[in-house]
Nanobody
Framework: VQLVEGGGGLVQPGESLTFTCIAS???????MGWYRQAPGKQREFVAR???????DYSESVKGRFTIARNDAQNTINLNMNSLKPDDTALYYC???????WGQGTQVTVSS
């Protein structure tokens, strides 16, 4: 399975953006998630959703970001609201089983 992310871009603080991750094959019952890596920092967890649609979020994005999945289309989305400059990073889609990463999509939040 390969993962392809899309939807990155340059936005101003307070604006919204939605990422989409498309899997080339079935995601089955695997957890799927989003991680991000800012310049000079380690990759960090952002959000995760399981096959029962239970979602977890990092404290830094809770209440602003929403993760969703569509198993019929093998996609997950990350809806990001009230973006802050600290959200600037390369965002990666992740499939837990088998362990698979996308190539990343960049979001830059700047005025």
């Amino acid at each position: 399975v390969q993962l392809v992310e899309g939807g990155g871009g340059l936005v101003q603080p307070g604006e919204s953006l939605t990422f989409t991750c498309i899997a080339s094959g079935s995601i089955g019952t695997s957890d799927m998630g989003w991680y991000r890596q800012a310049p000079g920092k380690q990759r960090e967890f952002v959000a995760r959703i399981d096959s029962n649609l239970r979602a977890d979020y990092s404290e830094s994005v809770k209440g602003r970001f929403t993760i969703a999945r569509n198993d019929a289309q093998n996609t997950i989305n990350l809806n990001m609201n009230s973006l802050k400059p600290d959200d600037t990073a390369l965002y990666y889609c992740h499939l837990a089983f088998p362990d698979t990463w996308g190539q990343g999509t960049q979001v830059t939040v700047s005025s």
